[in-house]
């Protein structure tokens, strides 16, 4: 029994001697996601991000040009509100051109429509391809056309009292008309015929008002939301994510584990010996991982595309381009991560982490309008960030690549690869 | 400095450099005055050595003595804290692509890749030396290590003895003149070890200079020359014949008597002029070890010596000791 508690005492100190001697294990599996988590914590927004509309108004009704606006000044915590125009076409070629992200256009004339007993429809377009923002914007235009119809109905009921206020005077004209009659000073042929006109004046009036259907007179509007480009499932949103994610997360492990592993196992003793230079070395595992990861991209966009349903709106070649420069920069990464980190398990914990500041601050979970501005800088760092957002552009929406995200992922391709290329040949050259 | 000796073939010093006729000497191993620290460590001490063409130059040592580190200086993975360096002539981290290609190494450890076959393996270091069409090679080496039918065998599967043999094969690939041999035959079995030297000699008859170091003491006796460093220090250099002399003081003939040698005998071939050293050999007398200049000369003077004092000498022979105690011997003289 004694040896035995022994035996097991031998076991539970070494267990925790061996993770104690290793503070550098313990602060990439502990510390690091903590600090990753608490980082994500304090840098997401507790308020939904402001979206950039544009309303149009109708031109031919300064009324209702003028209750837009002043709804489109209500909303300034929910929208920015980037105008309120009349031209309908201008503002959904901003809308396509990504300039706004919603575009609500009112109907002219939404009360004499009433009085033909139909309802007017609100348009609402945006560009938001997240089902939950998608979804946040059908309660938005919802919102929006309750609001409009409190409007509306205000100014409905302003009008319908000036009309009746008309009513009552013709009303009391008709009275008097016919205390003249009981007074014997009404009688002239043309006085009964006027009064038979304003009776009917006011009886179809009223009768207009009373046939309205009371469900359209309280809710004159009606409101219609949609997605330009159409309307995405879940799965089909989240695939450019998936594909940027796991290209950038394989690649640099790859590349990492690769250095290290022949570090390790002594290989690059055996290199040092021969004639392969450094840099044949590393330009051939640089050409190696590009062919790899190309091969990947071309899985994985199948794999989304055929299983998935995703679309390739903006076709395949701006998926190409972008693919190949996250490729690019993600070997960069892998080169210095096998840099910073010299053995294999450090390089494994490395590329957890780089994983878990993907999913928080890649995109993937919450847009990066989401994160506080000082927190966004968090995911320029890494090529999957930059790689979705013009993922989800062309393939989702459809537009061309934008020109900053682009750049910054050419940017990182052309300067992560060298960078990490000069280091790995020179890493090579030391040892 | 280690006790030098004269040497068999091409001998020279490092000082020795130009030739007494002027011509330069052609050693492709030269190393003076080097240091290697790691930290407040040293790892290697002063050492110097020239290793001339054409032979097997063995490395002998315990472990941790410095070997590994006097292999990865001469092959440029090591800079030297002092001291120079020479390969073919150049500092081994200078060497140029064709002078790397003229050199095969094998490291202690496995560096190959466990997860590729031991062919692939073996394509890949042929083509690190810019073999492109290998296979014929591949069979050739792969005969000459008795591997053909593990060639599909994935490394990681590979028993201890044939990852050292592909290894092997792996820096034959390319005929290289020069060739870095660190511990091959740690893990084979005596009859690969066998087979393996008679492959070494083979390339060494063939021209190629062979630099290997090795834990087994017994297998100095295979090399043409032999250094023996303990602490990062040579101690010794020279051929095996020198390292026995060295060891012992001279050459060493054994007489075997047929009757018990009495003290009073014993102390006069003592002073007999060709002995350095008397002593028993055996537990009942008869048998003496004595160390003299030259066996061949003193052998017969000796037994014609004990002949004049009535004693039988049977049997006069050449004492080969085992270069275990050759080494042990050598270790005790260490400063």
Redesign the interface.
């Known amino acids: 029994m004694t040896h035995a508690l022994v035996r097991l005492f031998g076991v539970v100190r070494k267990e925790i001697v061996e993770i104690l001697r290793q503070p550098g294990l313990l602060i990439a599996l502990v510390v690091g996601p903590l600090a990753i988590l608490l980082l994500f914590g304090s840098g997401v927004r507790s308020v939904d991000p402001a979206v950039a509309s544009l309303f149009v108004a109708p031109e031919d009704d300064p009324e209702v040009a003028e209750v837009v606006r002043r709804y489109a000044d209500s909303q300034s915590e929910r929208l920015t509100v980037e105008g309120v125009v009349q031209d309908r076409d201008a503002a959904m070629g901003r809308l396509r051109r990504g300039e706004v992200e919603l575009v609500v256009i009112v109907p002219s004339q939404p009360l004499e429509r009433i009085e033909g007993g139909e309802r007017a429809t609100i348009e609402v377009f945006h560009s938001l391809i997240d089902p939950l923002e998608a979804q946040a914007m059908q309660l938005f235009t919802r919102g929006a056309v309750n609001d409009l119809n409190d409007l509306l109905l205000d100014r409905a009921i302003q009008e319908t009292q000036s009309r009746e206020e008309t009513a009552l005077e013709q009303v009391q004209v008709a009275r008097d008309r016919l205390s003249a009659a009981d007074r014997g000073t009404f009688g002239a042929a043309e006085d009964v015929g006027q009064l038979r006109q304003d009776l009917d004046a006011v009886a179809e009036q009223l009768d207009a008002f009373v046939n309205t259907d009371s469900a359209i007179i309280v809710a004159p509007l009606e409101g219609e939301s949609s997605t330009i480009g159409g309307q995405l499932e879940v799965s089909q949103f989240y695939a450019p994510a998936v594909v940027a994610l796991i290209l950038q997360h394989l690649t640099l492990t790859f590349i990492a584990l690769s250095v290290s592993r022949e570090r390790e196992?002594?290989?690059t003793?055996?290199?040092?010996?021969?004639?392969?230079?450094p840099v044949e070395r590393v330009v051939g595992k640089l050409v190696a991982y590009l062919l790899i990861g190309g091969l990947l991209a071309v899985v994985l966009i199948a794999a989304v595309a055929l299983v998935l349903g995703a679309p390739l709106r903006g076709g395949i070649a701006p998926v190409a381009v972008v693919l190949a420069l996250e490729l690019l920069a993600s070997i960069g990464l892998g080169f210095l991560l096998s840099h910073v980190a010299k053995r294999t398990l450090q390089v494994v914990q490395g590329a957890m982490l780089l994983l878990l500041l993907s999913v928080f601050f890649g995109g993937l979970l919450l847009s990066p309008e989401r994160l506080f501005p000082w927190a966004r800088p968090v995911g320029w760092i890494l090529p999957m960030s930059h790689a979705l957002e013009l993922l989800r552009d062309s393939m989702l929406r459809g537009r061309e690549l934008a020109l900053l995200p682009l750049a910054a992922l050419a940017v990182m391709a052309v300067g992560l690869t060298l960078l990490g290329a000069i280091l790995a040949t020179r890493s090579e050259r030391r040892? | 400095m280690p006790d030098q000796m004269p040497r068999r073939r091409g001998a020279h010093a490092w000082d020795g450099l130009v030739r007494g006729n002027g011509a330069p000497v052609t050693a492709p191993i030269q190393m003076l005055s080097v240091d290697r620290r790691f930290g407040d460590h040293q790892v290697i001490d002063h050492l110097s050595l020239a290793v001339e063409q054409g032979i097997i130059y063995g490395f002998v040592g315990p472990s941790g003595s410095g070997k590994t580190t006097t292999v990865?200086l001469l092959?440029?993975?090591l800079a030297p804290t002092r001291g120079t360096v020479l390969v073919f002539g150049t500092n081994p981290k200078r060497l140029t692509?064709?002078q790397?290609?003229r050199?095969g190494?094998m490291?202690q450890?496995?560096?190959?890749?466990?997860h590729l076959s031991v062919r692939d393996n073996l394509a890949f270091?042929a083509s690190?030396?810019?073999i492109g069409r290998s296979r014929r090679r591949i069979r050739e080496v792969l005969e000459m290590v008795e591997l053909t039918d593990a060639r599909s065998t994935k490394l990681r599967d590979a028993s201890g003895g044939m990852q050292r043999r592909v290894a092997l094969a792996?820096a034959l690939l390319h005929r290289p003149d020069l060739l870095?041999l660190d511990e091959p035959t740690s893990g084979l079995d005596p009859v690969l070890r066998q087979k393996l030297w008679e492959h070494l000699q083979r390339l060494r008859d063939e021209g190629e200079t062979l630099f290997l170091t090795t834990q087994i003491v017994s297998e100095a006796t295979m090399c043409d020359r032999v250094g023996l460093i303990a602490h990062g220090r040579l101690l010794a250099d020279g051929t095996p014949d020198d390292l026995r002399r060295l060891a012992f003081g001279g050459e060493v003939v054994d007489l075997r008597c047929a009757d018990l040698v009495d003290a009073v005998t014993l102390e006069e071939l003592r002073r007999h002029p060709a002995v350095s050293e008397v002593r028993r050999a055996d537990s009942d007398g008869r048998v003496l070890r004595v160390t003299v200049d030259d066996a061949e000369s003193a052998g017969p003077a000796l037994t014609e010596a004990l002949h004049q004092r009535g004693v039988d000498v049977r049997l006069a022979e050449r004492y080969q000791a085992p270069f275990d105690d050759v080494f042990v011997a050598l270790l005790e003289r260490r400063p």
Not at chain 1, 269 to 277: G, N, Q, T, Y
Request: overall charge positive.
């Open positions: 196992q002594g290989s003793e055996l290199f040092a010996v021969s004639p392969l230079r040892a | 990865r092959t440029g993975v692509t064709r790397r290609e050199i190494y490291p450890l496995g560096v190959l890749y466990p270091t690190l030396y810019g792996g870095f």
